[in-house]
């Protein structure tokens, strides 16, 4: 050991064996530094203190083989510098590395490797842990600088700092099944290098990853990449004062059993993969994800955080990109707006699973979809139910609905599908459709045509629309395009409003349809039941409802009244329903 009134200490050998603690005085104003050039082997406990003078090691640092000896550095204001691998000899890991941390407040900057290509600071190698853990620096550090290629650990890993600089083409951090933090004591970003990716691994089977600090990239070479990946752990991004990841990042990909985010990420056209529960963690607050041209998709839930006063809004932009959003939406907790595309740029598609736990509970309050000017080219519906506390809007070329009998619902607020190509809303072969905004108000507005693929006679679908109090509008008017078509059976459509039909509509039979649906006897037909006052407002001569057009003789019921909009001149009505009856239960063209 070396102590008592010693200022600076330099030690040069090929190799240096450190059996005890060393500790070196500041005198008056003299800083203390410890220098040792050469291969260090630790062969106790050491603790390195130096008098606020730097503690560098010029070469590697190994434990006795087999030993794991801890290794503690204590250097006030001066610098900590390790320019060698740590740990990497045959059975040379250490114990437990600790540098200025553990209770300590140390403020001086700590260097793994300095940026000469010659050196490094690994802890271990990309196989094989150097270390049992890491503590590097405090709330009081100023800046941690990790050059290394590999930290690769047993246990847990914590750093922490008001600044990180990450240089490496791709600094891995790796546990075995631990945890991994980085925190600061009041503002810090973690900075990469140009053409720097970020890899961080807590094996398989659990270890948290907690990131403090803002992720973000340098300006030019190729934008560097961030991947996290907790495998059963848990994934929290946290920082409070911008973006979680943001500027000069390529693709994101974060993996754990929950992933929790506070505030933004932007990627500069890279991808955003979600893999795992996505909870959002910022009261009354807005989480955008922005790619510019990249993809999003998520595998599992999204969800708002269960303490929020106000659930959290969900923006989703990626100009040109696909989103798929999972599985469940609000389905444990609901969250605020979700807006998806709200860019002219965006072209691309979205899939979008449920919404809301059942068909019966919200998941989300208001829900928009697609963008007027730069509409998508289409949105699936893979899910069964999309429920909502308030109007959902949807803006896409076309539409694909595969749900098993999918239910669209809100809280006596409009569902609106608008037509922004030339495409269809079409249903696969198990997608009975049901659109619901309540008992008292909300319009619908199906400005496409609702169809299905031609079947064999016993896979049509049905098509169910209660609006309350609100208008149901279908079609899109243009002369001689229907509003419902293809392999669609039973159509009932219900409301006190109006029901405004733009074009015709057609059903076709469904050998194995023994439902009620449309409120007549059980059939196989394919009827059309309109509860409420009829308006036609198509731009051609007039509206036809054909419930034969395969000999499928299907009943055709008007409860209410019949008569051109006022919107438009006189309009003919034409009913081909074969054998089957037509009943009129109100004045026609009576106003």
Request: glycine letters at 16%; a negative charge; hydrophobic letters at 35%.
């Amino acid at each position: 050991a070396v102590d008592d009134d010693i200022n600076d200490l330099i030690i040069t050998g090929a190799n240096i064996r450190l059996d005890g603690s060393i500790t070196t005085a500041l005198y008056d104003a003299d800083a203390a530094s410890i220098d040792l050039n050469g291969a260090v082997t630790i062969n106790s406990a050491v603790t390195l203190t130096s008098g606020n003078g730097a503690i560098d090691f010029s070469s590697t640092i190994n434990s006795t083989a087999t030993e794991g000896y801890a290794l503690t550095t204590v250097a006030g204001t001066g610098t900590t510098t390790f320019n060698g691998v740590i740990g990497g000899a045959s059975n040379g890991a250490l114990g437990a590395l600790t540098v200025n941390a553990g209770g300590d407040t140390s403020t001086g900057t700590i260097t793994f490797a300095t940026t000469d290509a010659t050196v490094t600071g690994n802890v271990g190698t990309a196989g094989a842990a150097g270390a049992a853990s890491l503590a590097i620096g405090n709330a009081a550090t100023h800046t941690l600088t990790l050059n290394g290629e590999d930290y690769n650990t047993s246990g847990a890993q914590t750093f922490t700092a008001d600044r990180f600089v990450l240089g490496g083409s791709a600094p891995d951090f790796n546990t075995t099944n631990n945890n991994i933090s980085f925190a600061h004591g009041t503002e810090a970003d973690i900075v990469l290098g140009a053409s720097t990716s970020l890899n961080l691994d807590t094996g398989a089977s659990g270890g948290a990853i907690d990131i403090e600090p803002q992720i973000i990239g340098t300006g030019g070479g190729t934008k560097g990449t961030v991947t996290l990946d907790a495998g059963t752990g848990n994934v929290r991004l946290d920082n409070t004062g911008g973006e979680v990841i943001g500027t000069d990042i390529g693709n994101v990909a974060i993996t754990g059993t929950t992933i929790t985010i506070t505030e933004d990420i932007t990627t500069s056209a890279g991808n955003i993969d979600i893999t795992g529960a996505f909870v959002m963690e910022k009261n009354a607050g807005t989480i955008t994800l922005l790619t510019a041209g990249g993809n999003v998709a998520f595998n599992s839930t999204i969800d708002a955080t269960t303490a929020s006063g106000t659930p959290e809004n969900l923006v989703i932009t990626t100009t040109g990109g696909t989103v798929n959003t999972g599985t469940t939406i609000g389905g444990s907790d609901p969250i605020g707006n979700l807006t998806i595309s709200g860019n002219a740029g965006d072209i691309g598609g979205v899939t979008i699973g449920a919404i809301g736990a059942d068909a019966s509970t919200a998941g989300a309050a208001v829900v928009a979809i697609g963008e007027a000017t730069g509409d998508l080219a289409s949105i699936t519906f893979s899910g069964n139910h999309y429920n909502t506390s308030g109007t959902q809007t949807y803006i896409a070329d076309g539409y694909a609905v595969n749900g098993t009998s999918p239910t669209f619902a809100t809280s006596q607020d409009a569902i609106t599908f608008t037509n922004a190509g030339a495409g269809s809303l079409v249903l696969a072969d198990t997608a009975h459709l049901t659109l619901s905004t309540g008992a008292n108000a909300g319009a619908i507005d199906v400005q496409v045509k609702i169809t299905n693929s031609a079947g064999d006679g016993n896979d049509a679908t049905d098509v169910t629309m209660t609006a309350g109090s609100g208008d149901i509008t279908l079609g899109v008017g243009a002369s001689g395009t229907d509003s419902i078509d293809g392999d669609i059976n039973d159509v009932a459509l219900t409301t006190t409003g109006s029901i405004i039909l733009k074009g015709d509509i057609t059903t076709a039979g469904d050998s194995d349809d023994t439902s009620t649906t449309t409120g007549s006897p059980a059939t196989a037909a394919g009827d059309v039941v309109l509860t409420g006052p009829v308006l036609l407002l198509p731009s051609g001569a007039g509206i036809t409802i054909d419930t034969n057009s395969a000999s499928n003789n299907g009943k055709v019921t008007f409860t209410g009244t019949v008569n051109s909009s006022a919107a438009n001149a006189a309009k003919t009505l034409t009913v081909l329903s074969g054998s089957g009856a037509v009943d009129f239960g109100g004045v026609v063209g009576g106003v």
